[in-house]
T-cell receptor
Framework: DVKVTQSSRYLVKRTGEKVFLECVQD?????MFWYRQDPGLGLRLIYF???????EKGDIPEGYSVSREKKERFSLILESASTNQTSMYLC????????????????FGPGTRLTVL | QKEVEQDPGPLSVPEGAIVSLNCTYS??????FMWYRQYSRKGPELLMY????GNKEDGRFTAQVDKSSKYISLFIRDSQPSDSATYLC?????????FGTGTRLQVFP
């Protein structure tokens, strides 16, 4: 059974703290993604990675960085947490693209609800 | 204008009703069209996907894509209380997904 796990379900941090969100997948997937989910805005892509040590900016990378030292692990870092980063953070993974007509499903973790006070 | 528009609802229907969920989009390059279901306090999970235009059926669920109108739909027949969730449309031309905001569905007994 495929599995994406995230280190915490709920997290409360103070403004200015450095925050690490960890994601691990056990499916040997090449692609990994970090999203945030906010009411009325849906899921928005923060960063993604196609391979170890590779990263690409998504639609809202400001205030975030990522690290992928091992294939199965993708970390999201908030260098200096701010209240507008209070959100649900979702990690996902998928295999490399297959044929032109097939979609490689993104498998999501359960999410981390981060509150920044 | 957002690339993908989805009515947030909430949509409340009685058990057994036919449910219609819809999204519109603006990027004609999208080739893959997905519907994800998200239960409360869980991550989204893929329900169905369609490549390019056409219909796809899976049990009580039917996905339709009309690329000429840039409009996709998900139909749920004989809706059940267990279908109560948020339904997210998503679309892409590559591995990068663009999501709608999600429609919250409540099916009451």
């Amino acid at each position: 059974d495929v599995k994406v796990t995230q280190s915490s379900r709920y997290l409360v941090k103070r403004t200015g703290e450095k925050v690490f969100l960890e994601c691990v997948q056990d499916m040997d997937h090449e692609n990994m993604f970090w999203y945030r989910q906010d009411p009325g805005l849906g899921l928005r892509l923060i960063y993604f990675s196609y391979d170890v040590k590779m990263k690409e900016k998504g639609d809202i990378p400001e205030g975030y960085s990522v690290s992928r030292e091992k294939k199965e692990r993708f970390s999201l870092i908030l260098e200096s947490a701010s209240t507008n980063q209070t959100s649900m953070y979702l990690c996902a993974s998928s295999s490399l693209s297959g044929t032109a007509t097939s979609y490689n499903e993104q498998f999501f973790g359960p999410g981390t609800r981060l509150t920044v006070l | 204008q957002k690339e993908v528009e989805q009515d947030p609802g909430p949509l409340s229907v009685p058990e057994g009703a036919i449910v219609s969920l819809n999204c519109t989009y603006s990027n004609s390059a999208f080739q893959y069209f997905m519907w994800y279901r998200q239960y409360s306090r869980k991550g989204p999970e893929l329900l169905m996907y369609t490549y390019s235009s056409g219909n796809k059926e899976d049990g009580r669920f039917t996905a339709q894509v009309d690329k000429s109108s840039k409009y996709i739909s998900l139909f749920i027949r004989d809706s059940q209380p267990s279908d109560s969730a948020t339904y997210l449309c998503a679309m892409s031309e590559t591995d990068k997904l663009i999501f709608g905001t999600g429609t919250r569905l409540q099916v009451f007994p």
